[in-house]
């Protein structure tokens, strides 16, 4: 006896102002999965979800309740009795309901509450933090012996390999007197490779095939399966059945990553599961497009961030061959929160044993920017502790974290994991192109023990605002374009960096935002958040690591220009471009990813067309003279945002700082650690202290929160401001 049932049509939903609240409710009928507040994504509270589950309930029987995410705090009843609570927005938790639950009517209830708790991770985050059940829930009924899904939200069946076809399979199974366990391994072709059957108390077994076919990335992303029969004389009582792989990964600060012995650097992408549309609840439909467009950009590793992404991703990942990080939703830690931790193992718990067999996965990320508030012993003791329970839980996989740039070449937070990344924005938040090959090139001096990569950069970029000449900050699609060309084409010659990671694949909500035009938006991505347009930065990684032949001619949404002449400029993979304009060749360049066309004469209207080298390629766009720029296209804050560069540049460096006193040069939190200092900052920047994300930026100096903020601040409110900090002792 073994059936699972999806229950995710008729719920009724309700708003409360707490759990306690039972009275003067209205209800809504909706199905799963939900997002209640997809419209307002800064929206926190509790809500309560109810579905009427009519069972015919047999005596021989157990059931299991399972769901797949649910946002916030979850506190499920069946009718009336409390079957548990789960504290984490991302993970997979069941509950065993057999006591519970009635022959005939049955009423779930499940509280879901996304306020946010200073004790659940994550406590901050520059992402929404939406709220519902957005993923599958499942009624599962069994016979007696069943294999307990309440473990940590695992199968019951966990899965370990070797890359000489070693397979380590531990069972997790209950009610097994008289049982055993049928193991089947079948390859990618469904031939039986390997069988075992034994008793059901026996825990842990061990299988072998001799000569495995390897996981090999995005070469050959080979996978076996593994079904697991639990029976009772002759009789299924449950089943499981799981995809692994076998590989072998190593990893160097000298030679960076190795995947079965060959090194591999990967040329990644991060992204967030949020969809335009569906917000936090993408189906199999929307996550097969990310993926599809990933796999057309031609990365081959994707950084699942900030939390646990739904099982169907990693599905992917091993299906398409991407190397996969994955990581727990640990973005601030507070010193002496003990729960906050506690909670932090927890998920890593369910992370780890619900991920165990995905062979595409080989970083388990622990932490994300925690040092952007301070660092302490109390963190590098709690880091620590993290770090031992994965160890403890896999040994076989790295662990890893992603520092904010501030973090210091020497911290203890760069010595506790297996490998380092930094997320590194020069070029946008601060600093210039120049500047990743001589960071990069002194941490591993200073650290030459240490395997590090680049976790992150990137440049916001709404694709109405558009320029012929291109600066920091301001928005358009032309400056990220730049930016990626220039900083890339720096990442690439360092030969250290075991990865890069692009910051984002995909625009995501953020509701702590409100800048470049679209609020609530962190604009990052190569592609749009609905996923309909690929950026010109997009085809840029396009040339650089998808084999496939493509032309893409950039600035098609730069369609009026005022210049009398313009410049074009094209990315491809082909050894050559011929541009025409109005059917009549231009000209021909041989290069390399990018191919300008200068001095190009505009016409009230005309067709232009890039031709790559095979002729059988080719892109088009239609161009307009204007007489004036187009208002449209210019970011209407750009002014704003330039003041703390001004202050630097004008008031000169040496002037910022006085020895034992604060300036705006200090770190924000320093400043607020301060109360005469605070009230200072209080008087001239409200909106920057009362600002939630400034408890994100606590490593980052006033000046850059500043700039990044693009506060309302006058040149001279600026240094009357400096002056005032000037006079408190430090």
């Known amino acids: 006896m073994h059936k699972i049932t999806s229950i995710m049509n008729e719920w009724k939903f309700s708003k409360l102002s707490s759990m306690e609240e039972t009275l003067s409710r209205s209800y809504e009928v909706i199905q799963l999965p939900h997002v209640w507040n997809m419209d307002s994504p800064k929206e926190e509270g509790c809500v309560l979800y109810e579905k009427n589950l009519s069972v015919s309930k047999h005596a021989e029987a157990e059931y299991l309740l399972s769901f797949d995410a649910v946002g916030g705090i979850a506190e499920v009843f069946l009718n009336g009795e409390k079957l548990g609570v789960h504290r984490g927005s991302y993970s997979r938790f069941c509950f065993n309901i057999t006591n519970a639950l009635q022959d005939g009517n049955n009423l779930l209830q499940v509280y879901a509450d996304n306020r946010r708790d200073g004790n659940i991770n994550p406590v901050t985050g520059d992402f929404s933090y939406f709220g519902g059940i957005y993923r599958d829930v499942t009624f599962i009924e069994t016979g007696k012996a069943y294999f307990d899904r309440t473990y940590y939200g695992t199968s019951g069946v966990l899965i370990r390999t070797e890359a000489d076809g070693q397979i380590h399979l531990q069972a997790h199974a209950v009610n097994i007197e008289n049982a055993v366990i049928c193991y089947q391994i079948k390859d990618a072709q469904k031939n039986v490779a390997a069988e075992k059957t034994v008793a059901g108390n026996e825990e842990e077994i061990e299988l072998m095939i001799n000569e495995p076919h390897l996981w090999n990335g995005r070469k050959d992303p080979y996978c076996y399966s593994c079904n697991a029969k639990l029976m009772i004389n002759g009789i299924v009582s449950d089943e499981v059945s799981l995809d692994f792989g076998f590989r072998s990964i190593s990893i160097s600060s000298e030679t960076g990553f190795s995947l079965n012995g060959s090194h591999l650097r990967l040329n990644g992408v991060a992204k967030h599961q949020d969809y335009e549309g569906y917000a936090c609840a993408p189906g199999k439909e929307q996550i097969e497009k990310d993926f599809s467009l990933i796999d057309e950009l031609g990365a081959n590793a994707i950084r699942f961030s900030h939390y646990q992404h739904p099982q169907y991703a990693y599905d992917l990942a091993d299906h398409m061959g991407f190397v996969a990080w994955a990581e727990i939703p640990m973005l601030a830690m507070e010193d002496g929160n003990e729960k906050l931790i506690e909670n932090a193992e927890e998920q890593l718990k369910e992370l780890i044993l619900q991920n165990l067999h995905h062979p595409s996965i080989c970083f388990w990320g622990l932490q994300n920017e925690i040092g952007m508030r301070g660092e302490s012993l109390s963190t590098y003791a709690n880091m620590k502790k993290l770090e031992a329970a994965a160890k403890r839980l896999d040994p076989s996989r790295f662990t ?316 001279e409110q600026l240094v009357e401001l400096n002056h005032q900090l000037h006079k408190i002792s430090k």
Not at 438 to 466: R, S
Not at 680 to 708: C, H, N, S, W
């Open 400 to 715: 890893a974290c992603a520092e904010v740039f501030s973090v210091p070449n020497h911290s203890e937070l760069n010595f506790i994991h297996d490998a380092v990344g930094y997320n590194l924005y020069y070029g946008w938040y601060t600093g210039e192109f120049s500047d990743y090959i001589p960071i990069a090139e002194k941490f591993h001096k200073d650290n030459p023990d240490v395997p590090l990569a680049v976790t992150e950069y990137g440049a916001d970029c709404n694709l109405q605002y558009h320029t012929s000449a291109p600066e920091r900050q301001d928005y358009t699609e032309e400056y990220q374009a730049v930016f990626h060309e220039s900083v890339y084409q720096y990442l690439e010659k360092i030969p250290f960096l075991w990865g890069t990671f692009v910051w984002n694949m995909f625009d995501f909500s953020s509701a702590v935002r409100d800048e470049g035009g679209i609020p609530q938006r962190n604009m990052k991505g190569l592609v749009t958040y609905d996923r309909n347009i690929k950026k010109d930065s997009y085809y840029f990684y396009r040339a650089s690591w998808s084999k496939t032949p493509f032309v893409h001619l950039c600035g098609c949404r730069y369609m009026h220009r005022h210049e009398k002449t313009t410049s074009i400029k094209v990315y491809s993979n082909e050894p050559e471009v011929t541009l025409f304009v109005d059917g009549k060749e231009y000209q021909t360049i041989k290069g390399n990813r990018i191919f300008v066309f200068e001095g190009i004469p505009m016409q009230k209207s005309m067709l232009v067309e890039a031709v790559g080298h095979s002729q059988k390629i080719h892109d088009e766009m239609i161009l307009k003279y204007v007489e004036e720029d187009d208002p449209l296209y210019i970011y209407p804050k750009k002014q704003s945002g330039n003041v703390a560069n001004w202050f630097a540049e004008n008031i000169g460096k040496g002037s910022l700082s006085i020895e034992g006193h604060y300036s705006v040069n200090d770190r924000i939190m320093d400043l607020l650690s301060n109360q005469e200092a605070a009230q200072v900052l209080e008087a001239y920047l409200p909106q920057i202290i009362y600002d939630e994300r400034t408890k994100m930026f606590g490593g980052m100096t006033l000046l850059r929160v500043i700039d990044r903020s693009h506060a309302e601040l006058s040149q």
